[in-house]
Every structure is written in structure tokens, then in C-alpha cells.
């Protein structure tokens, strides 16, 4: 049961995160330039937590 809870949990986090990835990239390209080390890290932890939740299958 532990790992259904890790994966729906880290499956939530992903959805935020790929909301804000989505209001990061909706904005005009200067400001986007400027948030695009912030969407480079979103995108890291996503990929880590998709990992985690292959892992823990």
C-alpha cells in the first residue's frame, strides 16, 4: 500500500509542476528567457520522480 500512496503522491507533484511549466512557457519570451532555468529544474524533478515511481513499482 506504501507504494501506491509514493506514486500518487509523487504523480500530484507532477501535475503541479507541469502546471507551472505551462504558466512558465505562456509568458512573453523575454520574461520566458528569464524563467527558463526554473522550467529546466521543474523538468529535472519530474523526470526524478517519474523515476522513483518506476522504481517503486
Request: proline share 0%; glycine share 4%.
Amino acid at each position: 500500500m506504501r507504494n501506491v500512496e509514493i506514486i500518487g503522491n509523487n504523480n500530484a507533484i507532477i501535475n503541479r509542476y507541469a502546471c507551472r511549466i505551462a504558466e512558465l512557457e505562456n509568458v512573453s519570451l523575454q520574461e520566458r528567457q528569464a524563467k527558463k532555468e526554473e522550467i529546466g529544474i521543474l523538468n529535472r524533478k519530474i523526470l526524478c520522480l517519474i523515476a522513483e515511481n518506476k522504481r517503486v513499482m
